[in-house]
């Protein structure tokens, strides 16, 4: 059957462990992390055309070859030689350079909704390395739930865990990812291993979520807040009005820990109120998935 269109959601992730060493010779970090999908998720739909093209209802998205959706195309058409095009078009509603990896979502939502679309059989491992060469956070955004990751990142192994609600505060202006990482190597500049991320791991098993919140950790926060001092400010502010907090990725969204979805509710009207810009989310969410194809 020759599909016109797919259409695809993918999900942002929160980082609920963060453990950073000291960088390789190729310049990446090695990570000990704890991913977590949430249900905010962007909406990729790619349609038959003679050429690659994207469109995106958000203004501050990068159109070019920098958005990873572009470069999931050329990336699949490399690898198995496909002349094919294709519309891409982008529902965006994760927060843009927020630290959530809403780029990496549109990687892997446009790597699964491209191979359905021009038919090319990518399997599961060749998704996964496809989606490790556009960028760290991608592979997991294709798999979701919860997951170590480890070497960059893109090295998963799904784990057990509990639902969590988090109250999401945004900030209008983004990090650059690049940027933490080189302040956290000039704050921490011995040679180091990442920390271990096991406790974690075996409270959210437990499903232990007092424990969960005790064992959030994030080696990028001080960096961030370094390079951000509103950043340190609002985390300052925000942090008490919930069990546990912490900065997501490299930053800038703060994530709050609510007790439950009425709560986090509770929170976010607060959270408004004093004028701050906040998003109710839970998981653990699904990965990439089809929602729709049309022949
Ligand atoms: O892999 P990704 O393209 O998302 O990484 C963006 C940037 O973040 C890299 O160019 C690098 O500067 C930094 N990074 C890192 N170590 C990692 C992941 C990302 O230094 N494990």
Not at 61 to 89: C, F, M, Q, W, Y
Not at 127 to 140: C, E, K, Q
Not at 188 to 213: F, K, M, N, Q
Not at 243 to 263: F, N, R, V, W, Y
């Given at each position: 059957m020759v599909l016109n269109s797919v259409t695809v959601t993918a999900p942002a992730k929160l980082n609920l462990a963060l453990r950073v060493g000291s960088p390789r010779p190729d310049g990446f970090h090695p990570l000990n992390t704890v991913f977590y999908a949430l249900n905010i998720r962007d909406t990729i739909t790619v349609e038959a055309a003679e050429t690659i093209s994207l469109s995106c209802n958000?203004?501050?998205?990068?159109?070019?070859?920098?958005?990873l959706a572009h470069r999931a195309a050329r990336a699949i058409a490399e690898h198995t030689g496909t002349k094919a095009g294709a519309r891409i078009t982008i529902d965006k509603r994760i927060p843009i350079?927020?630290?959530?990896a809403g780029g990496s979502a549109d990687g892997a939502g446009a790597l699964v909704a491209l191979n359905e679309l021009w038919q090319t059989g990518l399997d599961a491992n060749e998704l996964h390395d496809l989606a490790a060469g556009l960028g760290s956070d991608v592979p997991f955004a294709l798999l979701g739930g919860c997951a170590v990751g480890t070497s960059r990142g893109e090295n998963l192994t799904p784990i057990d865990t509990c639902p969590l609600t988090w109250v999401l505060v945004t900030s209008s202006e983004g990090l650059s990812t690049p940027a933490v990482f080189g302040t956290y190597d000039a704050m921490v500049p011995h040679a180091h291993e990442p920390a271990p991320v096991y406790e974690i791991v075996e409270a959210l098993g437990r499903g232990d979520t007092e424990r969960v919140g005790a064992l959030l950790?994030?080696?990028l926060a001080a960096p961030a807040f370094a390079l951000r001092p509103d950043i340190r400010a609002t985390f300052e502010k925000v942090k008490?009005?919930?069990s546990a907090a912490i900065l997501s990725g490299s930053g800038p969204t703060i994530a709050l820990l609510a007790a439950s979805e009425d709560d986090g509710r509770r929170l976010q009207r607060e959270l408004d109120d004093d004028g701050y810009v906040s998003l109710v989310a839970s998981g653990p969410a699904a990965g990439v998935t089809i929602v729709e194809e049309r022949s």
């Amino acid at each position: 059957m020759v599909l016109n269109s797919v259409t695809v959601t993918a999900p942002a992730k929160l980082n609920l462990a963060l453990r950073v060493g000291s960088p390789r010779p190729d310049g990446f970090h090695p990570l000990n992390t704890v991913f977590y999908a949430l249900n905010i998720r962007d909406t990729i739909t790619v349609e038959a055309a003679e050429t690659i093209s994207l469109s995106c209802n958000h203004p501050d998205v990068p159109l070019d070859e920098s958005n990873l959706a572009h470069r999931a195309a050329r990336a699949i058409a490399e690898h198995t030689g496909t002349k094919a095009g294709a519309r891409i078009t982008i529902d965006k509603r994760i927060p843009i350079a927020g630290g959530m990896a809403g780029g990496s979502a549109d990687g892997a939502g446009a790597l699964v909704a491209l191979n359905e679309l021009w038919q090319t059989g990518l399997d599961a491992n060749e998704l996964h390395d496809l989606a490790a060469g556009l960028g760290s956070d991608v592979p997991f955004a294709l798999l979701g739930g919860c997951a170590v990751g480890t070497s960059r990142g893109e090295n998963l192994t799904p784990i057990d865990t509990c639902p969590l609600t988090w109250v999401l505060v945004t900030s209008s202006e983004g990090l650059s990812t690049p940027a933490v990482f080189g302040t956290y190597d000039a704050m921490v500049p011995h040679a180091h291993e990442p920390a271990p991320v096991y406790e974690i791991v075996e409270a959210l098993g437990r499903g232990d979520t007092e424990r969960v919140g005790a064992l959030l950790a994030n080696d990028l926060a001080a960096p961030a807040f370094a390079l951000r001092p509103d950043i340190r400010a609002t985390f300052e502010k925000v942090k008490d009005r919930a069990s546990a907090a912490i900065l997501s990725g490299s930053g800038p969204t703060i994530a709050l820990l609510a007790a439950s979805e009425d709560d986090g509710r509770r929170l976010q009207r607060e959270l408004d109120d004093d004028g701050y810009v906040s998003l109710v989310a839970s998981g653990p969410a699904a990965g990439v998935t089809i929602v729709e194809e049309r022949s």
